[in-house]
């Protein structure tokens, strides 16, 4: 089963940049790698979506090496605003996500 | 627009009675997610729509949990008889396409307590 691993916490300050490695040695071949964020009281939000390199929107940057048995989503210059929870997934062998505990990141002033 | 709506927001209800929640997905989207989450379990899918077509149920807990979707603007999720362990989180999301990978967009959710 694809399954991934990623810390269970990170603390961060203010101005920081922040990574989060998420380990899935199982990758399929054709499989994407997708982050959500969720804030307390409210749904998870898609932030970014990669397959291999690097991928860049306005919010996050997603780095997947080769072998793409990992991936690191950075967050350059976090403010409080970024206290959340980090999902990363990887379809389950083409069937639906499963979203395991994430990342709680907690950003302090 | 909008985004993904959901009502109620909140539920309390007692052991036993029948619970109905309610999604509508953004107009135009194809697919329809309805997820559950608790402290131990976290964020589970529970049935996943395509085109108003339940495509996959496995996810739903047991026969007690019953999720229809009569047009593309509209879906509920049913829960009869509600008991104390069904308290949770029930977020419904929508998708523009039928790819399980494509992005999803989440409702706020409606906390169902059942006493």
């Known amino acids: 089963l694809a399954k991934t691993t990623q810390p269970i916490s990170m603390d961060s300050y203010e101005g920081q940049e922040v990574n989060i490695t998420c380990s899935h040695n199982n990758i399929a071949t054709n499989d994407y790698i997708t982050w959500y964020q969720q804030f307390p009281s409210q749904g998870p939000r898609f932030i970014i979506q990669?397959?291999?390199t690097k991928v860049t929107n306005e919010v996050a940057s997603l780095f997947i090496p080769a072998d793409r048995k990992s991936s690191t989503l950075s967050l350059p210059r976090v403010s409080l605003s970024d206290t959340a929870v980090y999902y990363c997934l990887v379809p389950n062998y083409g069937q639906n996500f499963v979203f395991g505990p994430g990342t709680r990141l907690s950003v302090l002033p | 627009d909008a985004g993904v709506i959901q009502s109620p927001r909140h539920e309390v209800t007692e052991m036993g009675q029948e619970v109905t929640l309610r999604c509508k997905p953004i107009?135009?989207?194809?697919?329809l997610f309805w997820y559950r989450q608790t402290m131990m379990r976290g964020l589970e899918l529970l049935i996943y729509?395509?085109?108003?077509?339940?495509?996959?149920d496995s996810g739903m807990p047991e026969d007690r949990f019953s999720a229809k979707m009569p047009n593309a603007s509209f879906s509920t999720l049913k829960i009869q008889p509600s008991e104390p362990r069904d308290s949770a989180v029930y977020f419904c999301a929508s998708s523009p396409t039928s790819g399980r990978e494509d992005e999803q967009f989440f409702g706020p959710g409606t906390r169902l307590t059942v006493l």
């Open positions: 990669g397959y291999k």
């Open positions: 729509f395509n085109n108003n077509v339940p495509i996959d």
């Open positions: 107009s135009g989207h194809n697919s």
